[in-house]
């Protein structure tokens, strides 16, 4: 089965997932939608996205990504991952404003994998948004979920049959 996993990111977390995730395909296409924004995807059986959220919005490269390809996507078996620091209820409203509708309701999965802070990363703006939210949350330091990374490619393969 020809495998794609596409990847945006800002700070690598979302390339980080996407290494481990394709450790699990056999010779999966990896590909940085900043530097290939547009894959051809009716090349793959199987595509795998994700990317991250800042300040409430998901990557402009992967929402591209999605959009461009919405119709291409639609008879394909797709799965999408996100990292960011929300859980729970805001993690959804963020899928629900970054996903499209026929995304969120053909995708097999969209997962959350976990978040990483490179606090050497971000400029002297994005650091101090940063330190005050993760003081007034009391968050604890984020990290990648290496059992929800399990978990998504385990439903992943089960649902395409590998
Ligand atoms: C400036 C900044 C803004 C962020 N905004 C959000 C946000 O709105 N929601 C969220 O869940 N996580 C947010 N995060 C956490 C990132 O999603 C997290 O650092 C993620 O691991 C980044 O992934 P990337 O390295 O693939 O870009 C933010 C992080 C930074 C540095």
């Given at each position: ?6 990847f945006a ?23 940085d ?26 990557h ?68 101090s ?7 007034s ?20 393969k ?5």
């Amino acid at each position: 089965m020809k495998t794609l996993i596409a990847f945006a990111t800002k700070s690598g977390t979302s390339e980080k997932c996407a290494s481990m995730i394709a450790e699990h395909f056999d010779s999966p296409d990896i590909v940085d939608l900043s530097k290939n924004s547009n894959p051809d995807v009716r090349d793959y059986d199987l595509i795998i996205a994700g990317g991250s959220v800042r300040m409430g919005n998901l990557h402009a490269h992967l929402i591209r990504f999605m959009k461009v390809n919405l119709r291409k996507l639609e008879d394909k078996q797709m799965a999408f991952f996100v990292c960011c620091m929300n859980k729970g209820e805001k993690f959804d409203q963020q899928v629900e404003k970054g996903f499209p509708k026929a995304i969120r309701e053909n995708a097999i999965e969209i997962a959350h994998l976990g978040a990483l802070l490179k606090w050497d990363k971000m400029n002297l703006l994005e650091r101090s948004i940063m330190k005050k939210i993760v003081e007034s949350e009391k968050l604890e330091e984020p990290k990648i979920d290496a059992t929800a990374v399990e978990e998504f490619v385990s439903k992943v393969k089960s649902t395409v049959g590998l």
